[in-house]
């Protein structure tokens, strides 16, 4: 047997009546009708998900939508060290640190936007963070939305995920 | 009512009532178009539109459509040919639309003591007006191709002049066969013509006496009207959109009601010469009248409405298996289209028209 030779299946030659065209046309007709039927008759059988109503159960470590984590005493646990804006490559993450009540915090962010149109989902924020304070496990992506404001992530819809 | 007054008021009421069916049904087949597709491809399709709340399976698409398209930017590219640009999509719509002139779409009917018939024009030159209409189809796309200025929609306009000058031969000669049988080229002598029987049984239907003509007719019907699987003008893969990549807007829906407009008035057609136009199966003016002789006798009121039923269903059907076949069949490559054209078309046309002469005069003697 020659080594590294693959024989490959050629197209068979059509047949005279196939040739034509028009008996295997209207074969091809029967097909495209029969799923039309079929999925007029079962609407459940079809394969679309009605996205964003229906939400695809996405594998564990899809890297989603950020969630902000909260202590114990449901304060932000970020400590606003920008770690996170820094290692952004997309740079939509804005923070604002203030100072925080708790003495053994120093700081605490008073603004935390991420502008979710800009971001790339590339997790680096979630590397970055020192504290395990912000997660991408909401599993799932940005909804669709209708104005470009409404795609900027705030501090308050960032913590209640 | 006097008569040129009465005159008059019918004409335009025909125009009116006829155009309001064709445009409607190119509103309907849009949403066709795309639900079928859909369905087809095992997807939902358009459903999102609302009007409060009321979806009803996305058949407020076409309005929203023709919404969006109206309140877009009127944009002309800085190549383009002003002038020619603009009329391009004019060139496409009205040609398609004037071919409904000479459609019966139903028997005559008597209105205040006069003879009315359903046809806006009565022609004595009959379907060599379509043909001459639909030949002028072609400038719009040319135009378009050319004024545009740049080389894709060149490109689709070179093809489909040529496609459709070469689909158009086998278009004429495809229907000879009808004209020899019956006799004439007066649309509504040839829907009156197939009212008879063939053999006593079947209906003397155009594709029952033609069979070959009809298929022929109906390929080069979808040639002429660029429908997959000769789409060619717009080869999305290799042409982006073909002659209207360069049009937005509006003008670009005109592009589309034509398109769509040619799917309604070639179905129309199609039913007329090859399908008894608004001849009901064994549906006499009494009423039915079977085969084996047994007969039903129905007010006129009821004939009528069966009739005109008749048609419509027949230009329905017609209409969706233009968009059955689009999603069913992948396009050709366009030196298969020349060569069906040319190769394949012309001589089986030319085969037909001896055929059936050679058969008439047989059957004469
Ligand atoms: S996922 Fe990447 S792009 Fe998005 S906010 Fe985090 S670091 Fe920035
Ligand atoms: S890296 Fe973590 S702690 Fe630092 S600002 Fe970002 S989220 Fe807050």
New interface residues.
Partial sequence: MTIGIKKVARPREMSFPESLY?VE?VK??G???G??LG??VRQEG???I?YPEVRRRMPPRFRGKHRLMKRENGSPRCVACYCCATACPAKCITIVAGESPDPAVEKYPVRFDIDMLRCVFCGMCVEACPCDAIRMDTGWFTPPDDTREKLIFTIDMLLEK | MSGPLFDLTVAIARIAVFFAFCFGLVVVMTWVERKGAAYIQDRRGPNRADILGVRAWGLFHPLADALKFLFKEDFIPDNAHRLFYQLAPMFSLAPAILGIAIIPFGPDVTVLGRKVALQIADLNVGILYLFAVSGMTVYGVVLAGWASGSKYPLLGGLRSSAQMLSYEVSMGLSLMGIFMVFESVRMSQIVTGQGGLLFGVLPKWGVFVQPLGFILFLVAQYAEANRTPFDLPEGESELVAGYHTEYGSFKFSMFMMAEYLHMVVGAAVVATLFFGGWQFPYLADAGFLFPGGAAVTLPPAAVFLLRIGAFVAKVLFFAWLYVWVRWTIPRFRYDQVMRLGWKVMLPLALLNIFATGLIMLLLKK
Avoid: F, S
């Fill in positions: 028009l046309i091809g007709l097909v495209t009708m799923h039309m999925n007029i079809i394969k679309t009605e």
